[in-house]
């Protein structure tokens, strides 16, 4: 075979590997919880790990949510009426409410205490849609009886710390939820 032709064969394999992770769904499964009187009422996780998981779910809201410098970047981002003014540390700034928590594998049981702090992540609204996203910026879909899917990025490591985002930076990154649809995955 030439070398040429070798060359294009590889260029072509990349190509598909590419394009075949963009489109990949998203392979995590759980379930999407409002409130924490709604988990404990479901009966796929025990009373005491919804109770846990929601406590882990605020607390990563309020250590890693999203944050914006004024009430209309984030209702531009979230939608209205989705937004709160908050402060921290003498600073202050907007931020969606949680849509919910998604609890990684609470469809079979597999969520413990022990594994709450990597398997709750909250969920925002993006705005226009039906759509939600992690603070993370990964896509967490309705896939019908209850269940919902993320990829396993999203819970894979912990959440970082909330930087307030200007209306630049949310620009350069195109925008709430863009890290799905920019092709990391899914996209």
């Known amino acids: 075979m030439k070398r ?3 060359i294009k064969l590889v260029v072509m394999a990349t190509t598909t590997a590419t ?5 990949q769904e998203p392979d995590l499964e759980g379930r999407v ?5 709604e988990c404990v009422a479901d009966s796929y996780i025990s009373d005491e790990v919804c109770v846990s998981a929601m406590k882990t779910g605020i607390n990563i809201h309020e250590n ?4 914006y410098e004024s009430m209309s970047l984030c209702s531009d981002q979230h939608g209205n009426n989705a937004c709160v003014g908050e402060s921290s540390n003498g600073r202050s700034y ?26 709750v992540r909250p969920v925002y609204p993006e705005r226009g849609s039906k ?30 710390p ?5 209306r630049t930076s949310v620009a350069s990154r195109g925008g709430f939820g863009s890290r799905s649809s920019s092709g990391s995955r899914g996209g």
């Open 19 to 23: 394009l075949a992770g963009c489109s």
């Open 131 to 160: 759509r939600y996203y992690t603070s993370g910026g990964y896509y967490v879909g309705s896939y019908g009886g209850g269940s919902w899917r993320t990829y396993n990025d999203a819970v894979k490591s912990p959440p970082k």
């Open 162 to 166: 909330a930087k307030v985002q200007t």
């Open 33 to 37: 919880y409002k409130t924490e009187s």
């Open 4 to 6: 040429s032709k070798s």
């Open 64 to 67: 890693s949510g999203p944050r």
């Open 94 to 119: 907007f931020s969606p409410i949680p849509a919910g928590y998604f609890l990684a594998g609470a469809l079979t049981g597999a969520i413990t205490n022990d594994l709450l702090r990597s398997n």
